[in-house]
């Protein structure tokens, strides 16, 4: 069974850079039949999707993130990874990762984890 | 437009039928989906591609789509779908992934 489990720092100060990993169990990463995600959500807000990644390296972002976003692919440990920079607190959210195929964003999630941007 | 419309909420007596629903241009060329989502959980994906079921997913779930509108229906709504719902699909440039603001449904 596939699992998702994102990991990274709770608690970010601002203007600084926000690393997250995502490692994928029960599934390969290199499936070529599969685009891995990150999505975010506010606090008592919607959805949001930040970008995706294929396991050849193409990716997608949002245009409204696409300066400050960057998502990267490790198929020796069959991750994935969101960095985003120049936080503030609007960035504040709950992010998850996700797998998906070209014409459904996800069919499986991470269980999320939350990041606050507070000095 | 590259906005997908919900209304923000949408109540329905217990074993009555609901439609939710989601409006925007890209639905014009692209299929929607539908996340449901628990509080405090990630979101589940209920309806994909229009109106296919992910395995699990009770056939009280039904989608639809006409025009500018992608529609989720909930045949005899149960207790334990009262919930978040939101609506995904791509973009008009079909590289990019938008979301409706969310549904509140609520069960009566």
């Known amino acids: 069974q596939l699992q998702l489990q994102e990991s990274g720092p709770g608690l970010v100060k601002p203007s600084e850079t926000l690393s997250l990993t995502c490692t994928v169990s029960g599934g390969s990463i290199s499936s070529s039949s599969y685009y891995w995600g990150w999505i975010r959500q506010p606090p008592g807000k919607g959805l949001e999707w930040i970008g995706s990644?294929?396991?050849?390296?193409?990716?997608y972002y949002n245009p409204s993130l696409k300066s400050r976003v960057t998502i990267s692919v490790d198929t020796a440990k069959n991750q994935f990874s969101l960095k985003v920079n120049s936080l503030t607190a609007a960035d504040t959210a709950v992010y998850f990762c996700?797998?998906?195929?070209?014409?459904?964003?996800?069919?499986?999630w991470g269980q999320g984890t939350l990041v606050t941007v507070s000095s | 437009s590259s906005e997908l419309t919900q209304d923000p909420a949408v109540s329905v007596a217990l074993g009555q039928t609901v439609r939710i629903t989601c409006q925007g241009d890209?639905?014009?060329?692209?299929?929607a989906s539908w996340y449901q989502q628990k509080p405090g959980q990630a979101p589940v994906l209920v309806i994909h591609d229009k109106n296919n079921r992910p395995s699990g997913i009770p056939d009280r779930f039904s989608g639809s789509s006409s025009g500018n509108t992608a529609s989720l229906t909930i045949t005899g709504a149960q207790a334990e779908d009262e919930a978040d719902y939101y609506c995904?699909?791509?973009?008009?440039?079909?590289?990019?992934?938008?979301f409706g603001g969310g549904t509140k449904l609520t069960v009566l």
């Open positions: 990644i294929h396991y050849t390296g193409s990716t």
């Open positions: 996700a797998r998906g195929e070209w014409l459904v964003l996800s069919d499986s």
């Open positions: 995904n699909s791509r973009d008009n440039s079909g590289y990019h992934w938008l």
């Open positions: 890209s639905l014009r060329g692209n299929y």
